[in-house]
């Protein structure tokens, strides 16, 4: 068994689709999902699809590329989306200083605020950081009880080691089979399995076979394959440690 612990499966990409992919990814051992909103809209969505499918669970919040969107009355929403049995995150939240679609002061307040809320609900967050590292850090460090993973990992091993020292996960995709990614092959030889999670990001970032191609969550079974020959494990030790990671963080039933 496998589990998808980063999928979009509510994006328009999917909306031809979804209940083949879904049935796709299962006919590979992919069991679960996890369905993380971006902003209120598709946390909205992300809570319907987990309510339609007894496989999919969502997590809630708002991302830095929608950071102007966190207020009092949106932080509300949240709170009442989170109440659904299903919603077993706060995210994808975070610092985007890649993009920058918002100013660093929106962001790192829209940040504080989820963090918060993600603390009082006693719910793990996702997290995007993108360019941000010393900023990520400094609000983290401001809530040091809560868990979580850091999604699509792009840092190297240094930033992984700063990522570990506080106790989250680190979520790799199919960027670690890209033969010039050499900065996510090294953390991922690196990293100690029980840190590990595994995520497709999908619509975004098919692995190298398809490249370009839309993304499924069955794409998760190419992360494992290359994990596993960087690692110089089975494959099956790596699923198998993957899925209990991703249980526990997210105490899935
Ligand atoms: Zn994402």
């Given at each position: ?21 879904i ?20 946390s ?48 994808e ?42 900023d ?28 570990l020292?506080r ?6 995709t ?80």
């Amino acid at each position: 068994m496998l589990i998808d612990s980063h999928t979009h499966l509510d994006f328009p990409e999917f909306d031809s689709d979804r209940e083949a992919v879904i049935a796709s990814a299962k006919s590979l051992g992919v069991e679960k999902f996890l369905n993380p909103g971006c902003n209120l809209a598709t946390s909205r969505k992300a809570v319907e699809l987990a309510n339609q499918f007894p496989e999919i669970y969502a997590g809630v919040g708002i991302h830095p590329h929608d950071a102007a969107e966190v207020d009092a009355v949106s932080l509300v929403e949240l709170t009442k989306l989170a109440s659904n049995k299903k919603v077993v995150a706060i995210g994808e939240i975070g610092l985007d200083y890649f993009r920058m679609r918002n100013s660093k002061e929106i962001q790192i307040a829209a940040f504080e605020n989820q963090l918060a809320l993600a603390e009082k609900l006693g719910k793990p967050v996702i997290i995007h950081s993108r360019e941000a590292d010393k900023d990520i850090f400094e609000c983290l460090d401001k809530f040091p009880n809560l868990k979580g993973v850091f999604h699509c990992f792009g840092g190297d091993w240094n930033f992984a080691k700063e990522v570990l020292k506080r106790n989250f996960y680190i979520g790799i995709t199919a960027i670690v089979t890209y033969p010039n990614a050499q900065k996510t092959h090294e953390v991922a030889q690196k990293i100690p399995l029980e840190k590990l999670l595994i995520e497709t990001d999908s619509p975004f970032l098919a692995p190298q076979s398809r490249r370009g191609k839309r993304c499924n969550p069955a794409d998760v079974v190419e992360v494992v394959e290359r994990i596993a020959q960087l690692k110089s494990i089975e494959i099956d030790e790596v699923a198998t440690t993957t899925v209990s990671n991703t249980q526990n963080l997210f105490a899935l039933e």
